[in-house]
């Protein structure tokens, strides 16, 4: 048996919920593959702020830096909302991507049949969707210096800085274009060089690297009218490369083609690292229900599986467990329409039904 030893953070509102869910189902699914999975459970973001006074420590972040592969809940609250703003959640998050040197967002947007009806566009716009959307995680606005407030003949203002260097650029265009090679060999830049001078950067840094990948379509697109072709024609696109802010605003739009924000997952790589967390947010208003749909962190679990831990067949029964458990009609609240033959249940059934399937699926070994 191979030994694997990942950092789950479970974080804050529904981030424990259906991180355990995913938790669980990856200990049992990576046993079928011979691999015995390690996970050491680290307080972090809001809930590590009210025990350390911090939303990360030091500690913790060497621990997830030493394990390598971390698997992330979500994090933040209205009751931390008016901190300082490196006592934030979010902060913890972001120091966290960057220490990890996780450059590469990956957030596939997979339009699944049986929740057609979820999602508020008409069936004939989703069918054939298949868009993976290529979000770069540790530059741009979030990171850039100056950032500042500060007062100007008695009217306050604030400062951030929208930066992108050619090999900040480069190498998660480099994610990219190798990902396209594997998909239908296409790439979408989005940017606003119309306006925006590190957009100018981003667009002539990514047509030097195309010379390397002549097999693969790149088209670019400013991102005012992605954001209105996501809706319109979301089938024309394959990959989507684009910067951290605009990523992080087109992956939610995006997420309603599958129905549900609690849809989405993401793995966020750089070098040997990997951190992989449900896009959504921690929901506050619905934490501690067991109303959370967990398929977005369980989906996370099995992007670890494909990209860190390399065990793409267990990767693919996860998957194969969440189309299942949605054919068996199991929804939770945010997906449920009333559709006939679908039904309302919580986090707990659909933990259970996943077992179930991943337990009758055990895969042939010698
Ligand atoms: C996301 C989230 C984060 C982001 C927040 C929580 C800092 O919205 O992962 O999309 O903006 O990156
Ligand atoms: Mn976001």
């Known amino acids: 048996m191979n030994r694997v030893e990942i950092v789950a953070l479970p974080g804050d509102g529904i981030g424990p919920e259906v991180t355990s869910v995913a938790v669980d189902l990856l200990k049992v ?28 420590t030091e500690e913790i972040l060497d621990k997830c830096i030493k394990a390598k ?78 950032r500042y407030t500060s007062e100007e003949n008695g009217d306050p203002f604030s400062v951030d800085t929208m930066k992108y260097s ?35 950067m981003w667009r002539k840094s990514v047509i030097e690297l195309s010379e390397e990948y002549p097999d693969v379509e790149l088209t670019h697109m400013l991102v005012d009218n992605c954001a209105m072709q996501i809706i319109r024609q979301p089938t024309q696109f394959d990959v989507m490369v684009t910067g951290n802010l605009f990523g992080d605003i087109l992956s939610d739009a995006a997420s309603m083609l ?19 967390e449900p896009v959504h947010g921690s929901a506050p208003d619905i934490a501690g229900k067991g109303v959370a749909n967990p398929l977005a962190a369980v989906a996370s679990a099995a992007l670890l599986c494909r990209y860190s831990l390399k065990l793409e067949a267990a990767a693919q029964q996860i998957e194969s467990a969440i189309i299942s458990v949605l054919e ?27 077992m179930e399937i991943v337990g009758k699926s055990v895969p042939q070994t010698d």
Do not use: H
């Open 166 to 200: 050619r090999s900040e650029v480069r190498r998660v265009a480099k994610v990219a274009f190798e990902a396209a090679r594997l998909r239908d060999g296409r790439v979408c830049s989005v940017d606003k060089a119309n306006v925006l001078e590190s957009s100018r």
């Open 29 to 56: 699914v990576c046993k079928q593959y011979n691999t015995e999975l390690i996970v050491t459970e680290l307080p972090f973001g809001g809930t590590c702020y009210e025990e350390y006074g911090s939303p990360v």
């Open 328 to 354: 068996q009609g199991l929804r939770t609240a945010d997906l449920f329409t009333e559709e006939p033959g679908t039904k309302l249940v919580g986090t707990e059934e659909i933990a259970t039904a996943l």
């Open 69 to 146: 592969f971390v698997l992330l809940g979500a994090v933040g609250g209205p009751q931390w909302d008016d901190l300082n703003p490196d006592k934030r959640p979010e902060a913890a998050l972001l120091q966290l991507r960057k220490e990890l040197g996780v450059f590469a967002n990956l957030r596939p947007i997979n339009v699944y049949p049986a929740l057609s009806s979820a999602s508020s566009l008409k069936k004939e716009i989703l069918d054939g969707t298949d868009i993976l959307i290529v979000r770069e995680l540790t530059g741009g606005i979030y990171f850039g210096k100056p």
């Open 258 to 276: 599958t129905g549900s924000l609690g849809m989405l997952p993401s793995a966020s790589i750089g070098g040997e690292n990997g951190l992989y």
